[in-house]
């Protein structure tokens, strides 16, 4: 295991070289990983109260996933595992099109063909991501190898969990990039668990970085809870990718603090002691330590911010809610140039159980997973 790539203590002390970072842009990093904190309590609180299906939060995982996608371009890619969603924003996904993405209403732009909190933006490089896990691991060394062969100067950030490094899609994709040489990051956030399979349990490698040795890349561990280092290490592995140096697999160690997701239950499988030990490393608190030591905060910031960031998210929440759900004819579109004879047939059939049953209301039934 490489000794742990580390910038901030949690009392926000520097202990490592930070990248450089104007105040406006440390201000701004800060400002993004607290809107996936106060996205989450919103998500989380609607599913709850049954007006959305499903959410999988990203509490604990803000300095992963913000410090590291803050280190792309704009020209660059970011394939998503999971848990991205706030780094989509960041890089331009509307706030309007992630809420109707979490109602699957008329304005989805997935056009409700994906289970809700499944995000994609195609002007910010953000394809559309499957619940199918490890697949999005070939599928963006495919498209970095597609952007060698085409001489572009764009980086493949390739995110996935810990959960992930067990399935084909990371041998695959890793040995493939390896040999090809790609413009390719492997960013493994190891968040301690994969639903109810700890990563003690997922590999008996110390660490997952040391799974980059076999496939001939270099393998770095981060602190996952101190932006700082996850956007140093992660600039650091871009300009090694854009230099034609190839990939890196970067593990960004961090925590999962609630459940897998809103139909998971973590007290049944881990402990109360785990998750208080990991809430007080919470990455937001160490960030804004950090700030106000450098003045570029005081305490009353975090406040200010939270209380604008709520604003927005609730005023496009009562946007979204009273948005119409997706015209049910889509159901048949898009495939073929012109609905074909069978889907419609099968369409007015649908249609006809539909009125005589009656359509179906919000809330109407129970989410499987
Ligand atoms: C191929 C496959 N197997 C199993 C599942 C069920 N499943 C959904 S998420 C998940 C765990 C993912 O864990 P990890 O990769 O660590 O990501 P995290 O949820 O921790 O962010 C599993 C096993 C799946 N979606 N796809
Ligand atoms: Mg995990």
Redesign the pocket.
């Known amino acids: 295991m490489s000794a742990l790539a580390q910038v901030l203590e949690q009392d926000g002390l520097l202990v490592g070289e930070p990248p450089q970072l104007s105040p406006d842009e440390l201000r701004a990093m800060f400002r993004h990983m607290l809107r996936i904190r106060c996205m989450d309590d919103r998500m989380l609180k609607l599913q709850r109260a049954g007006r959305i299906g499903f959410v ?1 939060t990203a509490k604990g995982l803000e300095a992963a996933i913000i410090g590291s996608a803050f280190a792309l371009e704009p020209r660059d890619w970011l394939w998503s ?3 991205e969603g706030g780094a989509a924003l960041m890089r331009g996904l509307p706030l309007s099109e992630y809420i109707a993405q979490m109602y699957c209403n008329a304005n989805d732009s997935a056009k409700g063909r994906q289970m809700c909190n499944h995000f994609q933006h195609k002007g910010s490089h953000y394809p559309s991501w499957s ?4 697949t999005q691991i070939p599928h963006g060394v495919g498209a970095a190898l597609a952007a060698k062969l085409r001489g572009l100067d764009e980086v493949h950030a390739i995110y ?5 490094t067990s ?1 084909n899609g990371f041998h695959s994709g890793m040995n493939c990039a390896g040999v090809w040489k790609v413009p390719a990051v492997f960013v493994c ?1 190891d ?1 301690g ?3 109810s399979v700890s990563s003690r349990q997922q590999t008996a490698a110390e660490s997952f970085a040391d799974k980059a040795a076999a496939y001939g890349m270099p393998g770095i561990d981060v602190d996952g809870n101190d932006a700082l280092a996850c956007c140093r290490e992660m600039r650091r592995a871009l300009a090694q990718a854009r230099a034609g140096h190839g990939p890196t697999l970067l593990v960004l160690k961090t925590y ?1 603090i609630m459940g ?1 997701s809103s139909s998971d239950d973590p007290t049944k499988y881990r402990d109360a002691a785990e998750v208080e030990r990991w809430s007080a490393r919470d990455p937001l608190e160490r960030f804004e330590r950090f700030l106000i030591a450098r003045k570029l905060f005081t305490d009353a910031t975090r406040a200010q911010l939270e209380a604008e960031l709520f604003a927005e998210i609730d005023a496009e929440i009562h946007a979204q809610e009273s948005a119409p759900p997706m015209a049910l004819r889509t159901l048949v579109e898009d495939v073929y140039a012109e609905v074909p004879r069978h889907l419609r047939v099968q369409y007015n059939r649908f249609v006809a159980v539909a009125e005589r049953l009656g359509h179906a209301q919000k809330g109407d039934g129970a989410f499987p997973l």
Do not use: M, P, T
């Open positions: 999988g595992g999971l848990r619940s199918v896990i490890g996935f969990g810990d959960g992930a399935s956030i968040n668990w994969a639903i999962r897998h």
